[in-house]
């Protein structure tokens, strides 16, 4: 059998994920991205036998990545063009870990937005729907460390058993027009692009409380600026700081004690910087990348 060169910055993945991944390999025709056998799928795969708990999240990608390129040929894959999307495929479904794990600034980002949500939501045992907590829901993931009853809603990339190891509960499915809030206290979300107005409506329509804050990916003129009217076209009593939005009239006055405008902006420390970007993503972040 042909050497490996095993990164040495890592501990190799376990011999009995990498024989369960070769048996998946040789069984299917795996593809980049969209298909049944695509590398998210795989992915989910490694995640169920490789990530049992939160530590073991960092460096799963590496491992994961160095799977898939030293495995290359097991890959539907014969163009030097098809062998560069099976690998871009490894990186997006696992830059999340990349991000959280190596940029100060969105791991900084996600916990000051966690500290609005304590702020807000004083009592751990209400039932709490994040919506787009992120295909590898960090938000959900620290929350439910703290005791929070947060359910994540998103189409992750992470195996339910795996999701279920790392204490959290989780609908693998998107907010669209008919999604029932009426299981929960209060939905909120950071960034969940095209859940935004179906939660607005939602909420409304099922007297729930909510607070998300925005992204543009999906608003009118690709600013913050354009969701202003459509919003306050489907709840006219919408409330705005910056970036984020709420509406706690139906919280039987439990999210709103003190002031909600004091509690973001003391709480958000990137929240002049990220209003300033009036962006929904990041600028390229080299330091992000420096470790890989
Ligand atoms: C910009 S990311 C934000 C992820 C995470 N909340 C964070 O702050 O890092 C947007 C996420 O929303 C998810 N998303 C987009 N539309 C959605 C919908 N209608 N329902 C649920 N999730 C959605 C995407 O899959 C993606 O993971």
């Given at each position: 059998?042909?050497?490996?060169?095993?990164?040495?910055?890592?501990?190799?993945?376990?011999?009995?994920?990498?024989?369960?991944l070769?048996?998946e390999?040789?069984?299917?025709?795996?593809?980049?991205?969209g298909?049944?056998?695509?590398?998210?799928h795989l992915?989910?795969?490694?995640?169920?036998?490789?990530?049992k708990k939160k530590s073991?999240?960092?460096?799963?990608?590496?491992?994961?990545?160095?799977?898939v390129?030293?495995?290359?040929?097991?890959?539907k894959a014969s163009?030097p063009?098809?062998?560069?999307r099976i690998?871009?495929?490894?990186?997006?479904?696992?830059e999340?870990?990349?991000?959280?794990?190596?940029?100060?600034?969105?791991?900084?980002?996600?916990?000051?937005y966690?500290k609005?949500?304590?702020?807000?939501?004083?009592?751990?045992?209400?039932s709490?729907?994040?919506?787009g907590s992120g295909?590898?829901?960090?938000?959900a993931?620290l929350?439910?460390e703290?005791?929070?009853n947060?359910t994540?809603?998103d189409?992750?990339?992470?195996?339910?058993?795996?999701?279920?190891?790392?204490?959290v509960?989780s609908?693998?499915?998107?907010f669209?027009?008919?999604?029932?809030?009426?299981d929960?206290?209060?939905?909120?979300?950071r960034?969940?692009?095209?859940?935004?107005?179906?939660?607005?409506?939602?909420?409304?329509?099922?007297?729930?409380?909510?607070m998300v804050?925005?992204?543009?990916?999906?608003?009118?003129?690709?600013?913050?600026?354009?969701?202003?009217?459509?919003l306050?076209?489907i709840?006219?009593?919408?409330q705005?700081?910056?970036d984020?939005?709420?509406?706690f009239?139906?919280?039987?006055?439990?999210?709103?004690i003190?002031?909600t405008?004091?509690?973001?902006?003391?709480n958000?420390?990137?929240?002049?910087?990220?209003?300033?970007?009036d962006?929904?993503?990041y600028?390229?972040?080299?330091?992000?990348?420096?470790?890989?």
């Open positions: 059998m042909e050497d490996i060169v095993r990164d040495k910055y890592v501990s190799w993945i376990k011999p009995e994920t990498e024989k369960v070769l048996d390999l040789s069984r299917h025709e795996y593809v980049a991205d298909g049944e056998y695509d590398v998210a992915f989910g795969i490694f995640s169920t036998f490789e990530i073991d999240l960092c460096g799963a990608q590496k491992k994961f990545r160095h799977f390129n030293i495995n290359i040929g097991m890959f163009t063009e098809e062998v560069e690998n871009h495929s490894a990186r997006f479904c696992t999340n870990i990349t991000a959280y794990s190596y940029s100060g600034r969105y791991r900084r980002a996600l916990e000051n966690l609005v949500i304590k702020a807000v939501v004083p009592e751990k045992k209400d709490m729907l994040d919506v295909t590898i829901p960090f938000l993931i929350l439910s703290e005791g929070y947060v994540a809603m189409q992750f990339v992470l195996s339910n058993e795996c999701l279920r190891n790392l204490g509960k609908l693998r499915e998107f669209t027009s008919r999604t029932r809030v009426g929960y206290d209060i939905v909120t979300g960034r969940p692009c095209t859940a935004i107005p179906h939660i607005v409506s939602r909420c409304s329509s099922e007297k729930k409380p909510y804050k925005l992204c543009t990916c999906n608003s009118p003129n690709n600013k913050i600026s354009g969701w202003r009217n459509l306050r076209d709840d006219p009593d919408i705005y700081v910056g984020y939005i709420y509406n009239k139906f919280g039987d006055g439990k999210y709103d003190g002031s405008e004091d509690k973001i902006v003391n958000d420390e990137t929240y002049e910087e990220e209003l300033r970007a962006n929904g993503c600028p390229f972040d080299p330091e992000m990348y420096d470790e890989l």
